[in-house]
């Protein structure tokens, strides 16, 4: 069994960022069902006032995977969003 790279060596990449945090935490759903470690970065409107919704303009939310699962990742969230 690999040993996992320790998270300050992890190199993390985005994905396309996606309209709102309801389908940013459907697809981070999706990728921890498929062991796809990740996380999401809120637009500042969410954070900041707790905005939650699905199409509230200003509301977009970036998914970060590690480099190494950026391809399969990708191809999840354009299976999930197209």
Known sequence: MEKPQPLEEVEWVSLDNIRGDIYAEMVKEVLDN????????????IS?????????PGTKCTIFVPSDYYEEAAEILSQMMN
Do not use: L
């Open 48 to 56: 900041a006032f707790g905005i939650k919704g699905a199409g509230i």
């Open 34 to 45: 498929n062991d796809i470690p990740c996380y999401i970065k809120t637009a500042f409107m």
